[in-house]
């Protein structure tokens, strides 16, 4: 399927990666956008496929016991509980249910890199529904209010405590591209006519997506100044290799993920924490507490997250709770989710 989109010119660059009884099978197609081919530790910007790499660093943290899965966000961050925001706990925050899907408008005359205006910033919001009610996708703000929260309970920057974890598991997966490593990242590019005018003039997205601004440009994405910066909403720059391993790990109840949060708090980790219409998405979505799952015929179910421009990763799992194939598709080509959606129809058995 990838070498079809690739001769169609849909694909200018990129990889799906499967893995299968700790095999793992690889096709890559294009090149990195300086001519240099795809290679098997490619990295490219995936934007909400890193998500789940914020909530596992802050869950690390509940694991060790500096904070509590339903302790108050405000306990550890007082200023948070402005406007409302209270009783919003660790738990609403991490299964988006926090009602801060989207920077105030504020935001717009910052810059991307300025951490600690943004989270005044969050601080300071009024949530848009009442935390614990309703689920809206926290776009851009997701990183930033798990980054806060880690730093005021376990002193360190979650993109720093997930390079740890990722190092310790041989994830190939990155919150922030350290400075040696720059050299294997793709340049990303449109390949869809709207981008990004389908998402900043969609009235749902448009506000989620484009304060601070400049999140949706490839020239600033392309940047080393964007590279090295975590923002980790969406800044996770992946291989697909990297990001199939991680799903491949995620389920087992002896894996790396079991024995990094224990049993009680993995098992958390993947049960459904709230069903409803996304507030940002604008579907029925059921968040766990890091991935989208979505129940299919038969007691199967898939658990996975995909990004903005069109990369994604998952797991399916069994009926009877057992992992099957773990799966990632990374791209450079700025679309909608067409060319993943049919990678993800092209493996199903």
């Known amino acids: 399927m990838l070498e079809r989109l690739h001769r169609e010119g849909r694909e200018p660059g990129g990889a799906v990666c499967v893995i299968r009884d700790d095999v793992a099978e690889e ?15 490619t990295l490219v910007m995936t934007y909400s496929c890193g998500k789940p790499m914020a909530a596992l660093a802050v869950l690390s943290a509940v694991a060790e016991g500096a904070l509590g899965l339903d302790q108050p966000v405000a306990e550890a961050w007082p200023a948070y509980a402005a406007n409302g925001k209270g009783a919003t706990t660790v738990r609403h925050l991490l299964s988006h249910q926090a009602g801060l899907p989207l920077y105030p408008e504020a935001a717009a005359a910052l810059e991307y890199d300025d951490r600690e205006a943004l989270v005044e910033l969050l601080a300071g919001a009024a949530p848009v529904h009442e935390p614990g009610t309703r689920v809206a ?16 309970t376990a002193g360190e920057p979650v993109d ?11 994830w190939d997966l990155h919150l922030s591209v350290p400075a040696d490593q720059l050299h294997r990242v793709a340049d990303v590019v449109p390949v869809d006519p709207t981008w990004p005018q389908h998402y900043l003039q969609d009235p749902r997205w448009g506000p989620a997506l484009g304060r601070p601004p400049g999140l949706l440009d490839p020239v600033v994405l392309n940047s080393e100044r964007w590279r090295r910066t975590s923002f980790a909403a969406i800044s996770l720059h992946a291989s697909a290799r990297g990001l199939a391993r991680l799903y491949a790990d995620l389920v087992p109840a002896d894996g790396p993920v079991a024995e990094l949060l224990g049993p ?9 924490q709230r069903t409803g219409v996304d507030g940002v998405i604008g579907r029925e979505v059921t968040w766990t507490l890091a991935f989208q799952r979505d129940d299919l015929p038969g007691g199967r179910s898939e ?10 990763g998952w797991v399916s799992v069994g009926s009877d709770g057992t992992p099957g194939y773990a799966a990632a598709y990374v791209t450079r080509g700025l679309g909608d989710h067409d060319r993943g959606d049919q990678v993800w129809r092209a493996l199903e058995p």
């Open 27 to 41: 096709t890559m197609v294009g090149d990195r956008g300086d001519g240099t081919p795809w290679t098997s530790d």
């Open 160 to 170: 720093e405590r997930f390079a740890r974890i990722a190092a310790a598991n041989g």
């Open 264 to 272: 009680d708090l993995h098992a958390e980790l993947l049960r459904p």
């Open 303 to 312: 658990i996975g997250m995909g990004g903005a421009g069109g990369c994604s």
């Open 137 to 152: 996708e926290h776009a851009l703000t997701y990183g930033h209010l798990c980054d806060e929260l880690l730093r005021r």
